[in-house]
């Protein structure tokens, strides 16, 4: 959060690291020092790591055949109004369309999830369940065509689901999904998000600066 009395920064991104948390089946991270300033003249780093790791965005085409990487999402989708929806006292596991009726939720919208998944993101063992989006919630966003959504996990559908029915639905109508969000001191309500996903052509998704601000 920043100093400034009129206006916060929440910085919503997690921190890359070796022995971070990964999706199960991901390379971990390895991040080297290969010279110093001390010895070499200068100072180098070597990152070795996942382009889902940490908070990240997904590209079309991590799970759209034919479907746009990560340098080709339209950059107004990746910057301006969005709300943080409180779904922590949620008592079922999927999120489905009557927890979002509560939201003023239309066309191009950006909308993330805070669920309380963001507890299991600094552990080191990956959860045996954690909430997630329905295929059902997924197409309720896609008919209101929104720009985002997030989500604090490091995957926004449940863990090996069957064809990936919620990705797919998101992506294929190029709804932009961000996960491994830190909400965990942001409050609920309606910020300014910039997210910064690297710009690699044509990879299937990238980590990200994220951050969002409140006037």
Same mark, same amino acid.
């Not at 922590?88 to 993330?112: C, F, Q």
């Not at 709804?175 to 299937?204: T, W």
């Given at each position: ?65 034919? +479907?746009?990487?990560?340098? *080709?999402?339209? %950059? ?6 969005? /709300?943080? !929806? @409180? $779904? ?74 069957? +064809?990936?029915?919620?990705? *797919?639905?998101? %992506? ?6 961000? /996960?491994? !969000? @830190? $909400? ?32």
């Amino acid at each position: 959060m920043s100093d400034n009395e009129k206006v916060k920064i929440y910085d919503v991104s997690l921190p890359i690291k070796n022995n971070m948390l990964v999706w199960p089946g991901d390379p971990a991270v390895s991040i080297k020092q290969i010279s110093s300033v001390e010895k070499q003249g200068v100072g180098k780093s070597e990152f070795f790591f996942s382009g889902h790791t940490g908070t990240h965005v997904d590209a079309p085409n991590h799970f759209v055949e034919n +479907g746009a990487g990560i340098d *080709k999402i339209r %950059l107004e989708k990746l910057y301006g109004a969005c /709300e943080v !929806l @409180d $779904l922590t006292k949620i008592k079922h596991k999927e999120i489905i369309p009557s927890d979002l009726k509560t939201a003023n939720i239309g066309k191009g919208s950006r909308i993330l999830f805070k669920t309380g998944n963001y507890k299991y993101l600094f552990g080191s063992k990956f959860p045996k369940s954690y909430v997630s989006l329905s295929k059902e919630g997924a197409e309720y966003l896609v008919k209101k065509k929104i720009y985002m959504v997030g989500t604090d996990f490091l995957g926004i559908e449940k863990r090996k689901n069957p +064809g990936h029915p919620v990705h *797919k639905t998101l %992506l294929k109508n190029g709804i932009v999904n961000v /996960e491994g !969000l @830190d $909400l965990s001191n942001v409050p609920a309500g309606k910020y300014i998000i910039a997210c910064m996903p690297l710009r690699v052509v044509d990879a299937d998704g990238s980590p990200a600066r994220v951050f969002l601000i409140k006037e």
